[in-house]
């Protein structure tokens, strides 16, 4: 593994105007894998969904992050919180799926949790010593972006601070758009290879000629800013192609005209546009398979109820497009021969060279602590 992260830093170290992509090994050895669970994945941040998933008191659902089964509820102070998924008396599940309930109750023994992880009820616990305060859920620290949900395994992990991507997607009012979509899948393929695919352009007209290319051809792909944590793109409209809706009022021509992608690393994928917003969240299981969420959000009433049907379907379709050809990668990429390749000029693949950069950053970051 060690001649890994030394690649890695060699690459990123490499010139701007000669990028070159990392070889298969960083995306099939299952030993790296394991390594980044312990660095890059466990102490990053990472997107579970939308705030408006569990508008009301006692909503919730859950996920698996990495080895930790996640709890996400609106309590009954109105606050989202997540929690371990994990009775504290033997390890039981609390809650799968999603849902609304009144409170949290183990399957396994009855013991019963409210949304704020106090152990309320314990069935026929009188041990000596026994004390209920001391058996609450433990809560993972979280924030709320742009009607986001973010959580970190890492208790220490502070950093979250991005202005200029705030100010990249100030005027599409983000966090006003409201859900209209969620949908899980499995995706044999490495996570960092998902990440890589949605943000790069290059792959646009060749992989989606039916579904994105008459909107978002390859050749109209502009790369924006970067920063610490994110990077982002823009795929624009050709002039014969009308806004997709109009939006927040804030917005300006350009803007209505383009789809802003940005990725926050290590793990949400995003497109931004005027009055629809798709985002995905990756779940890595192991080095060959990676769970995604997808959700879609609209701009108020800008759709109609036959317009977010067709998008729906049609981002159905762009996913099913992109799995394809990364399962079939995944496999190709087992190769000896899968060597490290030249990537393509900033506006086409210069989001997978902030991507590279990044990780040999925290990589090194991590290794120092």
Known sequence: MKHLEETLQELAALPNDRPMGMPGDFYTSQEYYEHETRTVLRRGWHCLGREDEIPSMGDYFTAQLLNEPLLIVRGDDGNVRVLANVCRHRGMPLAEGNGNANRFVCSYHAWTYGHDGALLRAPRMQNTGFDAKNCRLPEHKLQLWNGFIYVTLDSDETN????????????????????????????????????????????????????????????????????????????????????????????????????????????????QASSLLVSLSLFPIHAGLVRVKWTM?????????????????????????????????????????????????????GTIRDFQVWLARRNAELASI
Request: charged content about 25%; aromatic content about 10%.
């Open 160 to 271: 979250f601070e991005h202005p200029e991507l705030d100010a990249l997607l100030a005027p599409y009012e983000t966090a006003s758009f409201r859900l209209v979509h969620v949908a899980e899948e499995d995706w044999k393929t490495n996570w960092k290879c998902l990440v890589e695919n949605f943000m790069e352009g290059y792959h646009l007209s060749v992989v989606h000629p039916q579904t994105l290319h008459g909107y978002t051809p390859t050749g109209l792909s502009r790369k924006l800013i970067n920063g610490s944590d994110y990077t982002s793109y823009a795929a624009n409209y050709p002039e014969n192609i009308d806004a997709r809706g109009d939006g927040a009022q804030g917005l300006s021509e350009a803007e209505r005209k383009r789809s802003t992608l940005f990725a926050k690393f290590p793990t949400q994928v995003a497109s």
């Open 297 to 349: 959000s609209v701009y108020q009433d800008n759709l109609d109820d036959d317009t977010i049907a067709q998008r729906i379907a049609l981002w159905s379709e762009v996913n099913r497009e992109d799995r394809e050809k990364l399962e079939k990668m995944q496999i190709a990429l087992g190769s000896a021969h899968a060597t490290s390749g030249p990537l393509a000029e900033d506006d086409y693949e």
